[in-house]
């Protein structure tokens, strides 16, 4: 159920796709913390426009995959593309390089981050300007569109600790598709929020989907994953021991160890 795309003029439109490739190809991905070997040879695709959920207990790598596709944690071997920007990390890997692919994607942790001696607004436009350096008047213009579509154009001018946490992660989201990604990268965006408020970040997530934003997603939320994501990868010990839609990983799972870690989640008593 890959989405269709917005229109391109629109601000909270997803880049459009250049080929039929898929937008993000992992091969072979590696990486140890020391004698801790993380990742074991990950491998896995996402087509532009599609959303994948990565599933796994704690430990499983999963977050460490995502942080690998931002480049915060740098692999020790294996050959990543993200949109127009190639990686082999086992090679010569200079910062320009790790620069020009950073700038492909954008992530959002389980922490908002979100600078608290500026206002909602000054979050949001602090990497348009500053970073890709595009005018100011642009950047605050595409900034107010953001906030009014997840509801928060009249928290602009407020301060993160003015904000619930549901709302500093929604801003935390918008900060993120304010630098027009081609890959939007999320590691648990509802795992410190209250219950009450894990309601409100899925629906922008979903709305995002809608729209035809390509999305990585590492949660427990298997609801969400079940209603959005085209692909599911589960991960364990650092390999993905299975992958497919929704259908086939959630509800009818072939490896046993995905069924006791579904079994555990859904049933926790």
């Known amino acids: 159920m890959t989405h269709a795309p917005g229109d391109p003029s629109d601000p909270i439109a ?6 039929d490739r898929p937008l993000v190809e992992v091969t ?24 994948t959920v990565i599933l796994g207990p704690s430990g499983s790598g999963k977050t460490t995959i995502l942080r690998s596709l931002n480049a915060l944690d740098r692999p020790d071997a294996g050959i990543v593309r993200v949109a127009g920007a190639t990686v082999d990390f086992a090679g010569r890997v200079t910062k320009a390089d790790i620069a020009h692919y950073r700038r492909q994607s954008a992530m959002v942790f389980q922490s908002h981050n979100l600078f608290p001696h500026k206002t909602v607004l000054e979050n949001v436009i602090e990497g348009p300007v500053i970073v890709q350096k595009r005018p100011r008047a642009e950047a605050i213009a595409d900034a107010e569109r953001l906030l009014g579509e997840v509801g928060l154009l009249d928290k602009r001018d407020q301060y993160p600790a003015q904000l619930s946490g549901g709302q500093q992660q929604r801003a935390g989201i918008v900060r993120a598709l304010a630098l027009r990604p081609e890959v939007m990268l999320f590691d648990e965006p509802t795992s410190a929020l209250d219950p009450e408020l894990v309601g409100d970040v899925l629906s922008v997530l979903r709305d995002l989907a809608a729209q035809g934003w390509t999305m990585i997603v590492v949660t427990h939320e298997i609801r969400f994953a079940r209603q959005v994501a085209d692909q599911v990868i589960f991960a364990d010990h650092g390999v993905v021991l299975e992958h497919g839609t929704a259908a086939e990983v959630i509800d009818d799972p072939s490896h046993d160890r995905t069924r006791q870690f579904l079994r555990r989640l859904l049933d926790p008593l």
Do not use: T, Y
């Open 14 to 19: 997803p880049p459009a796709a250049d080929d």
């Open 28 to 51: 072979g991905l590696r990486k140890s913390f020391g004698d801790n070997e993380v990742l074991k040879g990950i491998e896995f695709s996402v087509p532009a426009g599609s959303v």
